[in-house]
């Protein structure tokens, strides 16, 4: 295509952005023309991304949609594009984006118009992150996501919010400076940050090892992996719903496509080199969160704590190195990104009701919130993998390729499915089942239009691709095969060349 739609997918919500910046902010109806802005620029971007999918060829692994353009002469390029593993990260950027500005309504109470703006400027930044084909870019949109969300902690989320958001910051931004020097170690040794020509080119084994755990330092800190996961239960706390929304859905993926972008992609070798790491504190995650998840008693703790077990999953299976681990790891983090999105609404909405994330406020709320309570059940039943979710099929795959590696590792990740089952169990019992104690709930009301359209419209893919991922595995299939051969083939000539200097 002549026509940039990349760029046009990243620049759309930062006009929108400024059209919401010159509206006045000195009555009601300007707050509800920002809010139509905001959510008028999101939908479009959402279709247009829906027609970007129906444009890719998915029978091709090479780049699609390529924008090439100098930018810094002779260092860096503006150069963006697409393959089958990021288009769908660009596609549930742009669909949880507007699903996060109709869920505002009883949220947000002041700034209505600068927490538009910062929604906007972060849709636009995480499909930077997506497209970016360059380090530097990569870069670039990958840390300037940590503005918006700094703001939107600090500024619009609870008593504690200011410590939340400088934890938050601090331990994101500290974990990505040695990123920041790799990049520039690669452009040293190779002369380059574009992705294609690293790909092509090779990294020499003799920096991949330090130039993994440079990547992998920021990495860890964005999936979350244990022991850097501490930020992530009071980021999600102290967020506004929405913000909760966002850094459930989006914010936590980059860090597992970093992984299988650049980890496996640039550092092969040193990727089987450091394997064992990844298990052992993917199986941590898995095991010992959930346990932590199991003793909380905030809905919104534990659902945070749900999100480090399943990114456990997600990095054990990218690190398996199969096609299924590969598929269903990229399944899974769709899958939690819509699953962890509607349960922290799920909370959100009890929350606005009656300004209370303690389980023990709640009991009994299935006789005055039946609606509420289907809904809740439907995403209690994904978040635990049954089958007919899209989280059985992302797990599915992910033990499937841990069993191909090693036994015991997938059996010790089987019990994070018994622990999800008990935590989400749980919840769900103290919440919708037991005696209506409370007398403040008889007040309450179900679910209105609005909460029902952001719930089921999240509910419907969940069911759709737990009955049929075709379209999912579809799309990245070709791209993970591409990957894995590239990764063999470097082990290959690796073990080739030292065995060659073995013998001399």
């Known amino acids: 295509m002549n026509f940039p739609i990349l760029s046009s997918l990243i620049l759309l919500p930062l006009v929108g952005s400024l059209f919401i910046l010159f509206v006045k902010s000195d009555s009601s109806n300007n707050y509800q023309s920002s809010k139509y802005v905001a959510l008028f620029t999101s939908f479009v971007n959402f279709f247009i991304s829906i027609y970007l999918w129906y444009l890719f060829d998915n029978t091709i692994s090479e780049f699609q949609f390529i924008e090439d353009k100098e930018w810094l002469r002779g260092f860096v390029n503006y150069k963006v594009g697409i393959d089958g593993i990021s288009i769908l990260f660009i596609l549930l950027t742009t669909f949880i984006t507007p699903l996060s500005i109709i869920s505002i309504n009883n ?77 520039i170690t690669i452009y040293w040794i190779t002369g380059t940050t574009d992705v294609v020509q690293l790909y092509e080119l090779g990294i020499d084994w003799k920096y991949q090892n330090l130039l993994w755990l440079a990547f992998f330092s920021s990495f860890a800190v964005k999936t979350p992996m244990w022991p850097v996961h501490t930020w992530l239960p009071d980021a999600h706390v102290e967020a506004p719903t929405a913000g909760s929304v966002f850094l459930a859905a989006i914010l936590l993926k980059l860090a597992g496509y970093g992984f299988i972008r650049f980890s496996l992609g640039l550092f092969p070798i040193a990727s089987d080199f450091f394997t064992p790491l990844i298990y052992s504190l993917s199986l941590i995650a898995i095991v010992f969160i959930s346990l932590v998840a ?42 939690h990104g819509l699953v962890s999105a509607a349960l922290f609404l799920c909370v959100g909405i009890l929350y606005d009701r009656t300004h209370s994330r303690l389980i023990s406020s709640y009991g009994g709320i299935v006789s005055i919130m039946p609606k509420y309570a289907v809904v809740l059940m439907i995403f209690t039943l994904a978040a635990i993998g049954l089958p007919g979710t899209s989280g059985f099929i992302g797990e599915f795959l992910i033990l499937l390729g841990a069993f191909q590696k090693s036994f015991i590792v997938a059996a010790i990740a089987s019990l994070g499915v018994i622990f999800a089952a008990a935590y989400m169990f749980w919840l769900y019992k103290r919440v919708v089942f037991g005696n209506l104690i409370n007398k403040e709930l008889f007040k309450i009301p179900d679910l209105n239009r609005s909460e029902i359209f952001i719930l089921w419209s999240l509910a419907i893919p969940t069911l759709f691709f737990g009955f049929y991922p075709e379209p999912l595995i579809n799309t990245i299939e070709i791209s993970i095969q591409d990957l894995i051969q590239m990764y063999d083939l470097n082990l290959s000539f690796y073990a080739e060349f030292n065995g060659d200097n073995l013998i001399k």
């Not at 945070?304 to 983090?333: C, N, P, R």
């Open 107 to 183: 949220s947000i109470s002041f700034r209505l118009k600068e927490f538009l703006i910062a929604i906007l400027v972060m849709e636009s930044l995480m499909i930077g992150v997506f497209c970016s084909l360059d380090l530097i870019i990569f870069y670039l949109f990958f840390e300037g996501g940590l503005i918006p969300m700094f703001l939107i902690i600090g500024i619009w989320g609870g008593t504690r919010r200011v410590y939340s958001a400088f934890k938050f910051f601090l331990f994101t931004l500290l974990g990505s400076v040695l990123m920041l020097v790799a990049i």
């Open 294 to 335: 199991l003793m909380q008693d905030d809905m919104k703790k534990l659902i945070a704590y749900s999100s480090v077990a399943h990114m456990g999953f997600v990095t054990l299976g990218i690190f398996t190195l199969t096609q299924q681990g590969l598929e269903g790891s990229i399944i899974q983090m769709i899958s």
